[in-house]
C-alpha cells in the first residue's frame, strides 16, 4: 500500500506540472466563471434559477468535454512510459506491478476529479455568499454522476492505453472509442434499430449500455423526473427504474464498467511483455 499511494502521489506530481493540466483546470474553471458572467444563475428555466439552473448547464457541458479529456490524457499514461522506456527503469526498482498499476490509476483519477469538483464548490461558495438557497441533494447527486464518470472513463483509457504500443495508437483508438459512444447519445440509433424491428425494451437497453447515454439520462432525471424530453423511451426506462433507483445505477454501472476496464489492462498489463 505504501508504494501504492508514493506511486499515486508522484502521478499526481507530474501531472500538476503538466501543460494539459493547466488546460484542463482552466476549461472547467472557466465554463462556472462564464456562467456566472452570463447571469445563468438570475436566469430562469423549468422552474429551476440560482445555482440549480448553473448545475444543470454544468452537468450538460461536462458530457461532452470531461469524457474525451479523460481518455486522451489517460492513454498516454502507460503507452507514454513503454515509448520513453521507464519500464525498464521500474523493473529496477522494489515495486510491484500492481503497485504502480493502481497508482498510477488512483492518481490520475484524482487529477481528472479534482478540478471538476472545485469547480462546483466554488459555484456553491458564491452562491451562498449571495444568500440563494444551495441544493445540497442535487449538488451530491451530480457530484456521484460526475465521480463515476470520471472513474469509468479512466478505466477504460487504462485499457486502451495497455493495449497500445504506442501514445499515437492510443490517441487514436481513445478518439474511435469516444466517437463510437457518442453515436449512441441521446438514443439516436433507437430509431434504425426499432425500423428493423428489435423490440424497444431491447433497443433501450443497449442504448443504456453506453455510459455516456447513462450519464446524461441521470441527469435529466434530476431535473425531469417523468423524461419527457425522452419520449416513449422514458416509460421502458421509468417502467423498470424508479428515479433514485437509476440514479444509483447511473453512479454504480460506471464504476464497475470503468473498475472492470482497469482490471483488465493489469492483467494484460501483468501478461505482457513491458518493454
Known amino acids: 500500500m505504501k508504494h501504492l499511494w508514493l506511486t499515486a502521489w ?37 422552474g429551476f434559477t440560482g445555482l440549480t439552473r448553473l448545475l444543470i448547464t454544468y452537468i450538460q457541458l461536462t458530457i ?21 522506456g521507464v519500464f525498464e527503469y521500474l523493473l529496477s526498482l522494489p515495486i510491484s506491478l500492481s503497485a504502480w498499476f493502481w497508482g498510477r490509476f488512483l492518481g490520475r483519477f484524482i487529477v481528472v476529479f479534482l478540478p471538476v469538483f472545485l469547480a462546483m464548490i466554488g459555484a456553491v461558495i458564491w452562491t451562498a455568499i449571495k444568500g440563494a438557497d444551495i441544493p445540497w441533494v442535487l449538488f451530491a447527486s451530480y457530484t456521484g454522476l460526475l465521480l463515476a464518470v470520471a472513474w469509468c472513463f479512466l478505466g477504460i483509457g487504462m485499457l486502451i492505453s495497455t493495449l497500445a504500443r504506442s501514445s499515437d495508437v492510443a490517441q487514436g483508438l481513445a478518439f474511435v472509442v469516444w466517437l463510437t459512444l457518442l453515436l449512441f447519445l441521446d438514443l439516436i440509433l433507437l430509431g434504425i434499430m426499432i425500423r428493423e424491428g428489435l423490440p424497444s425494451e431491447t433497443a433501450v437497453a443497449i442504448s443504456l449500455i453506453n455510459p455516456l447515454q447513462v450519464f446524461r439520462t441521470a441527469a ?27 440514479i444509483l445505477w447511473a453512479i454504480a454501472y460506471p464504476v464497475l464498467l470503468g473498475t472492470f476496464c482497469a482490471s483488465i489492462g493489469y492483467y494484460l498489463f501483468k501478461k505482457g511483455d513491458l518493454p
Open 10 to 46: 508522484a502521478d499526481i506530481i507530474e501531472s500538476l506540472r503538466a501543460k494539459w493540466f493547466i488546460v484542463y483546470s482552466g476549461v472547467f474553471g472557466g465554463i462556472v466563471v462564464l456562467l456566472f458572467v452570463f447571469g445563468i444563475t438570475e436566469s430562469r428555466i423549468m
Open 64 to 84: 461532452a468535454i470531461l469524457p474525451v479529456f479523460v481518455l486522451i490524457t489517460t492513454v498516454r499514461s502507460v503507452a507514454g512510459d513503454r515509448e520513453a
Open 220 to 246: 435529466m432525471v434530476l431535473f425531469d423526473p417523468q423524461l419527457v424530453i425522452l419520449g416513449p423511451s422514458a416509460y421502458i426506462i421509468l417502467d423498470n427504474f424508479s428515479e433514485a433507483g437509476y
